[in-house]
Every structure is written in structure tokens, then in C-alpha cells.
């Protein structure tokens, strides 16, 4: 089950276009999973990476965690795929520190109109000093957008700077015209 939801994701982002991932700056939210609650931050690095920091906790153990991620757009800008790796610190009730690497593959969706973002994810990771050589989880995270991303000023003409060229050769003109005599200027003083 596990092969086949990876082989269609990566079908998916294959097929995707390549087009800005994230609609947002800086996120920041809860993560879920079926035996840990944690908090999540995400802040965007540039066009198609983020990192994010996770800090969890659970019966036994506490840690903390950061990963960089790869975005890429499924459908649209809002509903992403997402890839990445990290480390993790922490500690275990029984054995004390542990660290370890991680991996994460996910979907995210920013919500239409609304400052919220949905994930799910699979996030399996290998450990150093644990009673659990590996850990293979899976979790929800609900973030909420703190940083909007900034949106591009929509422009008339869509073929390079024509709109800046009309501007700049508008005021040329107008700075022409202002040097031609006028009707009225026989009415003004003239500076001899």
C-alpha cells in the first residue's frame, strides 16, 4: 500500500507544472500523530523550499525536529505535494538523548479564502540511542498562515516591461510639450 501511494505521488509530481508551490511565507500550526502531539513551524526559504521545525511529545519521549522541504504543485498553487529530509534530538524516559535522520513525503492543501493549511504525511526516521531502531509515523498538521506571500502587481500588458516603456515615453513627451509655446503663454511674464 505504502509502494503504491509513493509511485502515485511521484506519478502526480511528475505530471505537475512548474509553477510556484506555497501561497505563503510562514506558517505556524499543530501536528497530530496516533501517539505524539507536537507544534509545527514552516517558514518558506525560496520559490519551492520551505524548512520546518516540529517539536513533539509523547508518552515516553520528547523531541525536536528540523526538515527542509521540496514543494511541488499538483493542482494549482494550493494543493502541493511536498519531499524532504532532517535530523531530530530528543529525549527517552528510560534511556535519555537520542538523535537521529528523517525523511518526509506529504500533501498540503492551503485553504481557499481561509489563512489555514491541511497536511497529512509519512514521516519514517532512524534513530541513534532508542529503544526503536526505526520508526515509521504518520500525521495531520493544521497550520495557520502567519505571512501571506506577497502578490505580484498584475501588469496590462503580459510581453516584458511594455507598461514601464508607455510611463517613461509619456512623461518624455510631456516634458516636450512643456518647452512648445501655448496659446496662452502671451499672457505670461516673460524673464529678460
Known sequence: MTKRLLLLML????LSITAQAQKYRTAAGVRLESDRFGLSLQQKLHEKGTIEGIVQIGAREYSGTALYEWHRPILGKRFNYYLGAGGHIGNLKDSGVFTGVDAIL????KVNGLPFLLSADV???VHINH???VHLSSGVSIRYVILKEKKEKKRLWPFGKKADGNDRDKRKRQSKESDKPRI??????KDN
Open 11 to 14: 506519478l502526480i509530481g511528475g
Open 106 to 109: 506529504g500533501i498540503e492543501y
Open 123 to 125: 514521516k519514517p526516521a
Open 131 to 133: 529503544d526503536d531502531w
Open 184 to 189: 496662452l503663454d502671451i499672457f505670461k511674464k
